[in-house]
């Protein structure tokens, strides 16, 4: 069995910074690309950034030069710090990861609440 388990999220001001963790366990081979994303209430879940087992990062326009993706291949963790964030930044936030196993296959997080109080 493969879990993906984030922490990290809270309650946080506006202009203020939070950092979400995910943390990959169980029968790993190997991780891909690792990803976070974002469901606001009655929204699609929408790709906020990602980054190769080699540590290239792509961002989504919104969130460009104030999200930072990074990961540790030796924790099998990957690591999303917000940084002057905004009341529309408020959503759940899922880790997403590609990740060779018995079965190799995709996984995500169960999520983590980030709240912007503006």
């Known amino acids: 069995q493969v879990q993906l388990v984030e922490s990290g999220g809270g309650l946080v001001q506006a202009g203020g910074s939070l950092r979400l963790s995910c943390a990959a366990s169980?029968?790993?081979?190997?991780?891909?690309?690792m990803r976070w994303y974002r469901q606001a209430p009655g929204k699609q879940r929408d790709l906020v950034a990602a980054?190769?087992?080699?540590?290239?990062?792509n961002y989504a326009d919104f969130v460009k030069g104030r999200f930072t993706i990074t990961r540790d291949n030796a924790k099998n963790t990957v690591y999303l710090q917000m940084n002057s964030l905004k009341a529309e930044d408020t959503a759940v936030y899922f880790c997403n990861a590609d990740i060779s196993s018995i079965f190799g296959a995709n996984y995500w997080g169960q999520g983590t609440q980030v709240t912007v109080s503006s």
């Open positions: 980054i190769t087992s080699g540590g290239s990062a």
């Open positions: 169980g029968n790993i081979r190997s991780i891909g690309t």
